[in-house]
């Protein structure tokens, strides 16, 4: 691990810096302060300022509509972003840009990468995400999303659930079952599949914090065409792991900030609320403290292996753990101080179910109480606290895996 940016990165630091400068609106400190229509509005025109100056995919070629940044140039890039409180694009650019769009660079045809990455950056295709299922969730490789080939085109049936974004999305990238026969983390394509068809529905899953983010996604005999294969058929697992080593370099550099700021953010309300001074406030606040020093040097261990060219393996799972399980205990101190006006909400709700609120938020009950009740979700999203420890138990750490009775052909598993 290394602690520090090389003295080249003070250089770009400042062109970022001096971007953000010229391009907010005066008297900005962030996104988190703006009303939700406010907030939206502004997201679409920062994204197109970002597309106008090649800065939506960073990392990509020229040829691409990207910049054709280094690695680190991009990271420096989302961490600037993160402490002025601007996105890095869209709500769904985290699928379109981050995941699929980096995947089809990955494992695309050159046709491919010719038709979709600029669509991708032009807005004119938005992505949401088809993983998860009903009954396979953490446990990705129970996939029952069936495809079958008919003539120039996959036919799609089956349900995908906790789809984010998916109200806003054209296009969803969906892992399917294309061999039953074969063993569970095989016989798995991963098609890319228009969403303005007849045998699409989305349904919106109305959250505990009153908002629909998530969706359940139903196809019913809907079609995908052939050559929107990516990888080969069969081998869709590989590519889907390739995908989620993807959204990992940029949050190792933007979480550690956001719970920096917010934390900086609790400890205001508690000296606003008079409350700052008591021992038993105190030392949850020190502890809080404690464990975001933590997160920044897990954070920074990986983005070591991300900027040496590494995609992060099981350790990854330390990471993911560690974040939400702290969430969970940080926001119910700030319920705790918050005391019986956490009861009544006032101010705007968070502006992403994800993490953190955004910086700028105001220490408001709206912002701190929908921010509590998401982070019961990050506990469950992106694997179970549960499977994270599995991941790093059995492959970190070494020790014996469980005794599982799901070998075989997936087709007799699912019986």
């Known amino acids: 691990m290394k602690p520090v940016y090389p003295e080249s990165a003070s250089d770009y630091r400042k062109k970022i810096q001096s971007f953000l400068s010229e391009n907010l609106p005066e008297g900005w400190v962030g996104i988190g302060a703006l009303d939700s229509e406010d907030a939206a509005a502004f997201a679409e025109s920062w994204r197109a300022t970002l597309r106008d100056n090649k800065l939506l995919a960073p990392t990509w070629s020229t040829e691409y509509g990207g910049a054709g940044l280094s690695a680190l140039e991009s990271v420096i890039m989302a ?11 869209g709500p769904n650019d985290v699928f379109g840009i981050q995941m699929v769009g980096n995947t089809i660079i990955h494992w695309g045809t050159e046709e ?6 600029p669509r991708i950056i032009s807005g004119e295709d938005r992505w949401c995400q088809g993983y998860s299922e009903p009954n396979a969730g953490s446990d990705l490789g129970n996939i029952g999303c069936r495809a079958e080939l008919d003539g120039d085109e996959w036919v799609l049936n089956g349900q995908k659930i906790w789809t984010s974004a998916g109200h806003l999305a054209d296009w969803i990238f969906v892992l399917t079952r294309t061999d039953s026969e074969a063993a569970k983390h095989r016989g798995i394509t ?8 007849p045998g699409v529905e989305v349904r919106p899953i109305k959250m505990i914090s009153g908002e629909s983010e998530f969706n359940e996604v139903f196809f019913t005999d809907a079609r995908v065409p052939k050559e929107n294969v990516i990888g080969e058929v069969n081998g869709g697992w590989a590519v889907a792991m390739t995908l989620l080593g993807f959204e990992r370099g940029e949050a190792a550099a933007t979480t ?3 719970f920096r700021g917010e934390l900086d953010r609790l400890m205001e309300l508690a000296k606003h609320r008079g409350v700052a001074d008591d021992p038993r406030i105190r030392q949850r606040l020190a502890w809080c403290h404690s464990k975001v020093e933590i997160m920044r040097y897990l954070g920074m261990r990986t983005l070591t292996q991300f900027l040496a060219g590494e995609h992060p393996g099981a350790d990854a799972s ?20 918050l005391g019986a006006d956490g009861m009544h909400l006032v101010g705007n ?4 179910a994800f993490s953190t609120d955004s910086a700028g938020a105001k220490n408001e009950s709206g912002s701190w109480i929908g921010t509590f009740l998401n982070a019961r979700a990050g506990t469950i999203y992106a694997g179970t606290s549960q499977v994270q420890r599995n991941i790093i138990g059995e492959i970190v750490l070494g020790l014996p895996k469980e005794p599982r009775a799901d070998r075989g052909p997936w087709n007799e598993i699912a019986k």
């Open 318 to 337: 330390v990471f993911k753990l560690y974040w939400s399980e702290y969430h969970r205990k940080v926001t119910e101190l700030a319920v705790d101080i």
């Open 79 to 89: 961490e600037e972003f993160q402490k002025a409180g601007v996105p890095t694009g």
């Open 349 to 352: 709700l968070p502006s992403s």
């Open 256 to 258: 550690p900030v956001a």
């Open 190 to 197: 991963f098609l890319l599949c228009p969403m303005d068809q």
């Open 112 to 117: 491919q990468k010719q038709h979709f990455l």
